[in-house]
């Protein structure tokens, strides 16, 4: 068999989504095992080769069948380097993941931020390249985006252009307008939503979720989801804080930046997509520079957990050429 196949690992918090893809940009099989972070670094490296190695034994390769892994990180990274800089939601601080990852195996490594390696993968196979402009931005556990200028990523001086979530937003969720004390991802990711949900909980609000007030309790995009379409209020008041928050930075980001694409994925995103993205376009329209909303494309990607998947071929497209 060729050295034609890529496996694409999206790093995550709790979770380590593994795939392999052929020459034909198939994806053939998949692996998901627990990440394993409050365990620290060796246990992360160790559960990533574990993923490596399931995914060689599913596929019948051998390293020199395979011309590259491309890992996604949820944080700053050098891809040059493969050094992360900050991925808060792992525990991890200046660490060469890559020289690391070697060590274990003689495939070619690459790494990159998880939502840039997302953003490359809806570019290709949602966008077919044919776009100029473009925001991507997930909305998950925590908020995180890729900016796309005359058809290239920007990945910034030091690599951590995109950061959208810490980007300032004043209390009630607005950009433009209060003081900027908090930060969209601390507004409108799930982990602030929930949080949010709690409070009011506490103060005995109706709410179908009454009985997930303790942080023991784990409560999802999903359950969010199944809440919100039955109309639960004090869900439904805090995931619609949430998209007029996303959709206010959206705005003042096109205004910035004249965007003419965004799009948005996420399992917040993914699981309550109907009932926020309306909202998400509304609150965007009120902020944007008037007539500078004509002609911007504002959508939820259908690649879903696949995006950052696909986007490793296109990393390593760009790192190794034509090798």
């Known amino acids: 068999?060729?050295?034609?196949?890529?496996?694409?690992?999206?790093?995550?918090?709790?979770?380590?989504?593994?795939?392999?893809?052929?020459?034909?940009?198939?994806?053939?099989?998949?692996?998901?095992?627990?990440?394993?972070?409050?365990?620290?670094?060796?246990?992360?490296?160790?559960?990533?080769?574990?993923?490596?190695?399931?995914?060689?034994?599913?596929?019948?390769?051998?390293?020199?069948?395979?011309?590259?892994?491309?890992?996604?990180?949820?944080?700053?990274?050098?891809?040059?380097?493969?050094?992360?800089?900050?991925?808060?939601?792992?525990?991890?601080?200046?660490?060469?993941?890559?020289?690391?990852?070697?060590?274990?195996?003689?495939?070619?490594?690459?790494?990159?931020?998880?939502?840039?390696?997302?953003?490359?993968?809806?570019?290709?196979?949602?966008?077919?390249?044919?776009?100029?402009?473009?925001?991507?931005?997930?909305?998950?556990?925590?908020?995180?985006g890729a900016l796309f200028f005359e058809g290239k990523i920007y990945r910034g001086s030091t690599f951590y252009a995109g950061e959208i979530g810490h980007m300032k937003v004043s209390p009630n969720g607005e950009f433009s307008a209060g003081v900027l004390e908090t930060t969209l991802e601390k507004t409108a990711s799930r982990l602030a939503i929930v949080s949010a949900i709690r409070k009011d909980l506490k103060k005995k609000k109706k709410s179908s979720l009454k009985n997930y007030s303790s942080h023991k309790k784990i409560i999802k995009s999903k359950l969010l989801q199944s809440a919100l379409k039955n109309g639960d209020p004090v869900v439904t008041r805090h995931v619609k804080n949430a998209s007029d928050a996303v959709g206010a930075v959206l705005g003042s980001l096109t205004t910035l930046l004249n965007l003419d694409t965004i799009v948005l994925g996420g399992g917040v995103i993914e699981a309550m997509a109907p009932f926020m993205m309306p909202r998400i376009k509304a609150s965007f329209k009120?902020?944007?520079?008037?007539?500078?909303?004509?002609?911007?494309?504002?959508?939820?990607?259908?690649?879903?957990?696949?995006?950052?998947?696909?986007?490793?071929?296109?990393?390593?497209?760009?790192?190794?050429?034509?090798?």
């Open 1 to 144: 068999m060729p050295a034609g196949n890529i496996i694409t690992i999206d790093l995550g918090a709790t979770k380590i989504l593994s795939a392999l893809i052929n020459s034909k940009n198939r994806i053939m099989h998949r692996v998901k095992l627990p990440t394993q972070s409050d365990m620290g670094k060796a246990f992360v490296i160790k559960n990533i080769i574990e993923s490596i190695d399931q995914i060689k034994i599913m596929g019948k390769l051998e390293d020199k069948d395979i011309k590259a892994i491309c890992l996604g990180v949820p944080g700053i990274v050098n891809p040059h380097t493969g050094i992360i800089r900050l991925a808060p939601n792992l525990g991890i601080k200046k660490f060469d993941i890559k020289n690391e990852l070697k060590k274990y195996t003689s495939i070619p490594v690459f790494v990159e931020n998880d939502v840039n390696l997302a953003g490359l993968g809806i570019k290709k196979y949602e966008m077919k390249d044919k776009v100029k402009n473009m925001a991507v931005v997930f909305v998950g556990t925590g908020i995180g």
């Open 286 to 323: 009120k902020a944007v520079l008037k007539g500078m909303d004509k002609g911007v494309k504002i959508f939820a990607t259908k690649l879903g957990d696949d995006a950052p998947l696909y986007g490793g071929i296109s990393l390593a497209e760009e790192f190794l050429g034509g090798k």
